[in-house]
């Protein structure tokens, strides 16, 4: 076993040697180079001679609404500094400079148009900016798209009818989140008279519901009103209220009453 232990040892530090002269001949300048668009949000710098990943510009899915973000990947295990400029509209030229560790990656934010949805280019430069390391444009960075930002989901209704008898007393209605789950959802339940008046046949009181970060599912209780008369059966309408970009397909659903005094 202690044989096979230190011919195994032996070999992982030949293996580590060749390793760390490869690491000190791939120098420190920019000539062995190239870069390659993966997409054309996604630009990759490579070692012409490994092939291996050194810097990788992108766009993410941007948590400021005025802002586009950007995350600049160093692959390599040295410090980088990279200069960056957005372009796409005259006014809204951004530009920075900033120092990424070996093996890590630095956030940028540059100014949105608020009157264009025209793509944004990011621009990376190397340190001394003469040489143009990668570029990506902004609009592939859909929130939501794997690799985005936080994911807040959509929220709806979970059927779009429902269905009771004037004495059940209520009715449970229920909202689900998809497609995410994180942060905070505050909605709103707002009812309206159908055949069935608001106050009088149900009680219309607006409902506050929050969606807790990581909650995909809540109830909604409607009182209904039992009386005593012959009637039809009768009808209203749940709306459902909230930021547009967290409205899912279903905002709104019917709740039919029977009538239980014929
Ligand atoms: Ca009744
Ligand atoms: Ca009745």
Not at 104 to 115: F, H, L, M, N, R
Request: charged share 30%; aromatic share 8%; with cysteine.
């Amino acid at each position: 076993m202690r044989t096979k232990r230190s011919h195994l040892t032996s070999w992982l530090s030949k293996v580590m040697l060749v390793v760390m002269l490869l690491l000190s001949f791939s120098g420190t300048g920019f000539a062995n180079e190239e870069a390659v668009a993966t997409t054309e949000a996604e630009l990759e710098i490579n070692d012409e001679e490994t092939g291996k990943k050194l810097v990788v510009a992108y766009a993410v899915c941007s948590d400021k609404p005025n802002f586009h973000k950007w995350v600049i990947d160093n692959k390599s295990t040295k410090a980088r500094g990279v200069n960056w400029k957005t372009s796409g509209q005259e006014k809204y030229k951004d530009d920075g400079y900033v120092l990424i560790n070996g093996k890590s990656s630095a956030t940028i934010y540059s100014v949105k148009d608020p009157k264009s949805s025209k793509n944004v280019k990011l621009t990376v430069k190397d340190e001394k900016n003469k040489t143009t390391l990668a570029t990506a444009a902004s609009e592939q960075a859909e929130c939501g798209d794997p690799g985005g930002g936080k994911k807040r989901g959509k929220i709806q209704f979970t059927l779009s009818d429902y269905g009771l008898w004037e004495d059940e007393g209520g009715v449970i209605l229920t909202i689900e989140r998809i497609k995410g789950d994180e942060g905070e959802i505050t909605a709103q339940v707002c009812l309206c008279s159908g055949t069935a008046d608001a106050g009088k046949d149900f009680d219309d009181q607006v409902k506050t519901v929050v969606f807790g970060d990581g909650e995909v599912v809540k109830e909604v209780f409607i009182p209904i009103v039992n009386d005593n008369q012959v009637e039809d059966d009768e009808n209203f309408k749940a709306w459902l209220q909230a930021d547009d970009d967290v409205l899912g397909f279903r905002q709104a659903t019917w709740i039919h009453i029977k009538d239980d005094d014929y």
